[in-house]
């Protein structure tokens, strides 16, 4: 396989810029949803799926994809599959909004971290996925491999800790 360094650094720097954006955006919902804890965190959900819905049908029609919203609409196997995506998604994000609402603040960025952990583990073991396409190369690297381990170690650490404190 030919690389391309130059898209690799502009793919990077690109990466570390959506990153950046997202982490700035985590921190700034926070703050955000703290501010409507008075608002039960049902209807804060439904105030954003409505206007999640409605701003992706902007943004599909204004990138001219009419292709997209017709198979979107008339096609009973998408419909069903964004159904159950959107069920999950909303899931997701009424778990979320609670949880902050609640000060379970730790809890919730916790979760939010531990999932493509979890994520990658489970496509490892279910799906057979080799690790190393994300790398370009054919197997974990050994500094990889360490990270992976710290990581692990300090999620299972932090659950033990938690487990133990919430025992009293």
Not at 126 to 149: A, D, N, Q
């Amino acid at each position: 396989m030919v690389l391309d360094y130059n898209f690799m650094k502009k793919e990077k720097r690109k990466g570390f810029l959506n990153a950046l954006l997202a982490y700035i955006m985590w921190g700034i919902l926070l703050i955000y949803w703290k501010l409507m804890k008075d608002i039960p965190s049902m209807d804060i959900l439904c105030y954003r799926i409505v206007f999640s819905a409605l701003f992706m049908i902007i943004v599909l029609a204004a990138a001219k994809n009419y292709y997209e919203l017709k198979t979107l609409f008339f096609s009973i196997r998408n419909f069903i599959l964004i159904l159950l995506r959107s069920f999950c998604m909303g899931a997701n994000w009424l778990i979320y909004i609670w949880g902050i609402n609640n000060d379970h603040v730790i809890d919730c960025s916790f979760g939010y971290f531990i999932m493509p952990l979890a994520v990658i583990i489970l496509s490892f073991i279910f799906l057979k996925e080799k690790l190393g396409v994300f790398l370009y190369k054919e197997r974990f690297s050994e500094s990889m491999l360490i990270t992976f381990i710290l990581i692990w170690t300090s999620v299972i650490v932090y659950i033990i800790h938690r487990f133990r404190n919430s025992l009293g």
